[in-house]
């Protein structure tokens, strides 16, 4: 249910834009330059994901969704999905705000054969085919993994807006590793809170049909992109998310609107007339 390196495989790869929408597009919406970094933060926080196995406390978290994180949850609306991570987040509960996510319906309706032929390549990320339990149990785990690298983007972005996320930061007399440490400081998350969240509609044929091609990667009913006008510590910042329907529910495919012409799981700072404006102008006209 993702971050630049999402044009390798789909859970954090919206389709693209139709011809004219939203502002002037970036090659290819600025996120291929950092797409080699963050594919290899996935592959680190896959093994962090295999490495820590399953949670035997996992059976035992109450209605609200504990803080063991793993488990998923649907939601009626793309809103309640949105609302929902970002309100786990400001409670400090990252593991529940994951289950906003979609994991084991991705997995079941996942075919390696339509994602290959969509995107006419297969790459180091691409998941295995759904061959076996043992292939999809993997499964599950890469997109795990994916899930943590979009919400760790998320929080460094809520954090230290003004630091580019994908570049290496070096420590030197005037940084220090305790800075860092300083800067990435939970406490302001408490701030956080989702002002708006706004659906994003286009009715050209091309948008739509590209569309049930992703979802029918996943065997999934629909997907959505929304717009997310969000209150932090540092001021409104607007972001995007993809959505995912299975039958009635809801849940978060990746953190990424690429109609909004914002690099996947990243922030920009916004006014709240700024965030409108340019959620109307991802909506286009339908003319």
Request: a negative charge.
């Amino acid at each position: 249910m993702s971050d630049p390196h999402a044009l390798a495989h789909p859970p954090a790869s919206p389709p693209p834009p139709p011809p004219g929408a939203g502002r002037p597009a970036r090659a290819p919406w600025v996120v291929a330059a950092g797409a080699a970094v963050v594919a290899l933060a996935a592959v680190v926080a896959l093994v962090v994901v295999l490495v820590g196995g399953d949670d035997d406390g996992d059976a035992d978290r109450d209605a609200e969704g504990g803080s063991g994180g793993g488990s998923e949850r649907g939601f009626d609306s793309p809103e309640e999905a949105v609302t929902f991570m970002v309100e786990r987040l400001a409670a400090g509960e990252g593991g529940v705000a994951a289950e906003a996510f979609a994991v084991e319906p991705l997995v079941e309706g996942y075919s390696y054969e339509a994602q290959a032929e969509r995107q006419g390549a297969v790459t180091f990320t691409t998941w295995l085919p759904a061959a076996s339990d043992g292939y999809d149990e993997i499964n599950e785990d890469v997109r795990r993994g994916e899930v943590a690298v979009e919400l760790r983007s998320l929080v460094r972005n809520v954090l230290a807006p003004e630091r580019d996320q994908i570049v290496t930061t070096p420590l030197d007399d005037d940084l220090t590793a305790a800075d860092l440490v300083d800067e990435l400081s939970p406490e302001p998350l408490s701030e956080l809170s989702a002002a708006r969240v706004d659906e994003i509609d286009r009715s050209e044929e091309a948008y739509l049909k590209t569309l049930e091609q992703q979802a029918a990667v996943y065997g999934a009913d629909e997907l959505r992109m929304v717009g997310m006008l969000l209150d932090t510590a540092e001021g409104q910042m607007m972001g995007g998310a993809t959505l995912v329907r299975y039958d009635d529910e809801w849940a978060v495919l990746s953190l990424s609107a690429p109609l909004l012409d914002i690099p996947a799981s990243r922030l920009v700072p916004a006014s709240e007339q700024e965030y409108l404006d340019a959620v109307e102008s991802a909506r286009g006209s339908d003319d």
